[in-house]
């Protein structure tokens, strides 16, 4: 697993991802050529033998003190191995670097796995925006993240060392006495929730596509 920050010319390989990762309501690829392009947006992805298995996005304009969490996706085969975390670590470190303060982000009331994740890593509930998600009636769940406390809790940024190979969780557990959690000890049925809500439009704050 590699981690490096996305560049224009992962588009098509992001958007193939995109796709399979959300076939209801996946952000068009002229959404996602305007992502990787902002000066506000950060965006990294995973590779493995040098193909890319996932994505993740933050948006965090400039000297503001909170960011979003815009997206995250990792290819089904590629799933319950630790790759989540290590991105949305990666997105939460770089959070952490440009000053951030809060993380938010809005998920899917029926994307069960993805919640799970964002829980784990400290993100809190502090709302709910009732059928939010149309035409599938879906709730958004609003979470924030306190950086400051997330970064005391010193989680391992994957993106610390770039110039080097970033170990993962998969990667340790691989190299180490017990086996890592393969993707048959899962059952998913994560649901995407649409970029800016029912609205379809981009982001404007919180959003976890
Ligand atoms: C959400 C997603 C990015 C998670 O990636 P992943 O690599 O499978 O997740 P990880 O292996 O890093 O697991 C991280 C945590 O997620 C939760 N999780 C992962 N798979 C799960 C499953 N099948 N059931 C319940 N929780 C699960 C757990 O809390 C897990 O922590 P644990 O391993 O300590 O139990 C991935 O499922 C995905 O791409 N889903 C489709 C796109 C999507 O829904 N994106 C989120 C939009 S808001």
Known sequence: MTLRTALPADLDAIMILERASFPTDAWSSAMMREELASPHGWYVVDEEAGRLVGYAGLRAVKSAKDADVQTIAIAE???????????????????????VAEVFLEVRADNPVAHA??????????????????????????????????????????????????????????????????????????IRIGPGGSSGTMATGGVCT
């Open 77 to 99: 085969s590629a799933r319950g191995r630790g790759r989540g975390r290590t991105l949305l670590r990666a997105l939460l470190g770089e959070a952490a670097r440009r000053g």
């Open 117 to 190: 994740l964002y829980a784990s890593e400290g993100f809190l509930e502090i709302g709910r925006k009732p059928r939010y998600y149309q035409p599938d009636d879906v709730d958004a769940v609003v979470m924030k993240l306190d950086v400051r406390v997330w970064a005391g809790a010193r989680h391992p940024d994957p993106m610390e060392h770039r110039d080097g190979p970033i170990r993962t969780p998969e990667d340790h557990a691989l190299s180490g006495s017990q086996a890592s959690k393969g993707p048959e000890t899962r059952t998913e049925s994560d």
